[in-house]
């Protein structure tokens, strides 16, 4: 399992707005939102009227529903992993039990390896964590690269981190 990892001076709503092909068909498991792991309270409001799945404390949205709410859902220091249709299921949520939040870890020299080990045994495909910035990991160092180019970057393409999972 492939991962590649970077660190931009962006957001999330920004990511999305810009580069939606990221979330686009995904299953994204939010488990942050503004420094809370309680997620599901945090977004009760802003979800009414929206079809939400839950898993523990955090909510799975459509694609669809997270590029629609990007700009309400995501005030920064929030947490996305993204996952194939159905993927999330079969992990246990307590597997989420800390963020990696970009005031915490930002991907421009290293990776935590428990993220590292919760992308690889959750199957997560995508994930992106905003507060101090942007960190995201995809499936591809091309959509990495894509991304970051959609976001605006310009020339200076930030160090990408690409390494096997396991």
Known sequence: MHRSFTFIDSDIPELLRSFPEFADGMDCLVTCVDSSMNVRESLAFDLKGYRTLTHGPFV??????????????????????????????????????????????????????????????????????????????????????????????GSAMPPVISMELG
């Open 60 to 153: 799975v949205l459509e694609a669809t529903t997270i590029l629609a709410l990007q700009d309400r859902l995501f005030p920064g220091f929030d947490e996305i992993y993204y996952f194939q249709t159905g993927d999330w299921q079969s992990s246990d949520p307590g597997l989420w039990e800390r963020t990696f939040t970009s005031e915490q870890a930002q991907f421009s020299e290293d990776v935590p390896q428990e993220l590292r080990d919760i992308m690889k045994l959750s199957h997560a495909v995508r994930y992106s964590s905003d507060g101090y910035g942007l960190n995201i990991a995809a499936e591809s160092t091309t959509l990495l690269r894509a991304a970051c180019s959609a976001v605006g970057v």
